[in-house]
């Protein structure tokens, strides 16, 4: 599975972007998927996952209630709304995929995409 994140930019604090993560290869479906992110001189961090089986989400809490992640199986492709940016949302956005029934982490990712900057003014 290779993965290819897209949909960064420069947005202004309260806005809304959309991040998008299109999955190479026949076993998407079978893998659970993850976005994480990692701001300037800051650790990667886990943001938003869901299983491939039944759609169940779990979302950081910084997050929640902001961002929605979602997926298509048919277009292969991962899917974050993003809602109220706000500055300490600045990161390169990342997308991990995990075969089997755990969702991807930092230290246990199968694949990872290559990341999409966002950044948010105030």
Known sequence: ???QASGGGLVQA???LRLSCVASGRTFRSHNMGWFR???GEDRKFVAAISWSDGTTHYAEFVEG???ISRD???N???LQMN???PDDTAVYYCAARAGSLYPTI???DYWGQGTLVTVSS
């Open 73 to 75: 199986n048919a277009k």
């Open 38 to 40: 990692q701001a300037p």
């Open 84 to 86: 109220s940016l706000q």
């Open 107 to 109: 230290r246990n990712a």
């Open 66 to 68: 902001r961002f929605t």
């Open 77 to 79: 492709t991962l899917i």
């Open 14 to 16: 309260g806005d809304s």
């Open 1 to 3: 599975v290779q993965l």
